[in-house]
Structure formats: C-alpha cells, structure tokens
C-alpha cells in the first residue's frame, strides 16, 4: 500500500511543482519525516491530503476505466457525443449512453452492433455513426467544423 501512496505523492508533487527539497521539508512540516521510507502509511496519507489542499487533483490523473479509442475516427465519435452533451443535448452524455444510441439508431440496419463503440472496426458503420452525429448537431446548433474556427 505505501508503494502506491509514495507514487501518489510524487505525481502530487511533479503536478504542483514541488522539487525532492520541497517535498522534503513538505513531509518534515506535516509529518515530521524528511524521508520517505521513514514514513508509515498514515504519515503518508496526511501528505497527500495537504498536497490536495495545496491543489493536487487525484482524480485528474487517476487512470479512465477505458482507455482511449484505438481509432482517431472512433475518438472523434467520443468527441462529437461530449459536445452534444456538453450543449445540453443528451439525456445520457456517459459512454453508456453513446452505446445506447448506437444500439437503438442502427440495430435494425446492422446485422449486429458491437457491446461497446469502441469495438466498432467497419469503416462504413463508424462513418454512419458520424454523420449521424453531425447531423443531430446540427440540429441542436453546434458547430462542429473545427477548421473553420483557425
């Protein structure tokens, strides 16, 4: 447990700019520890609360339950569903949602849909998920053309 809290603690410090002579006297002022290896896990969770107090944000670098689409077309369907989203647009703006959509728009037109979006490899399907994405934007007033915007 302490091998994860040290590491946190040093994502914690890179993040707010803390050298290893900052973090130092950090530990020594909350803990009374220069070292960590001198630290027990308690001295270590006082720490990390005050580098959150200080700003560090945990869950900001905390790893997604999904990685990232293999497919720049695929995080491009990410990205137009958050901006739906974002404009108010969605009842469900999570990844469940995008799923569901999916499901419900072209279920009766594919021969089968894929559990996740992500899983998606057919060029043509995943065009016709963008274009309907494009089009509901539309819609709603949402530009999407981001080359114009440079």
Request: some cysteine; charged content about 35%; aromatic content about 6%.
């Amino acid at each position: 447990m302490t091998a994860s809290l040290r590491k946190i603690v040093h994502v914690a410090c890179k993040e707010l700019g803390l050298d290893q002579d900052a973090r130092r006297a950090l530990q020594l002022q909350v803990c009374g520890k220069a070292s960590m290896s001198d630290m027990s896990e308690n001295d270590y969770k006082a720490v990390i609360a005050r580098l959150k107090a200080d700003g560090f944000n945990q869950s900001s670098n905390a790893r997604s339950k999904h990685p990232r689409a293999p497919r720049a077309d695929l995080r491009l369907i990410h990205v137009l569903w958050r901006k739906l989203g974002e404009a108010g647009a969605l009842e469900r703006p999570d990844r469940d949602g995008l799923n569901a959509f999916v499901r419900s728009r072209f279920g009766e037109a594919w021969a089968s849909v894929p559990a996740d979006i992500d899983m998606l490899r057919d060029d043509a399907q995943i065009e016709a998920v963008v274009a309907a994405l494009r089009a509901w934007g539309k819609r709603e007033g949402i530009d999407f053309d981001w080359d114009r915007r440079r």
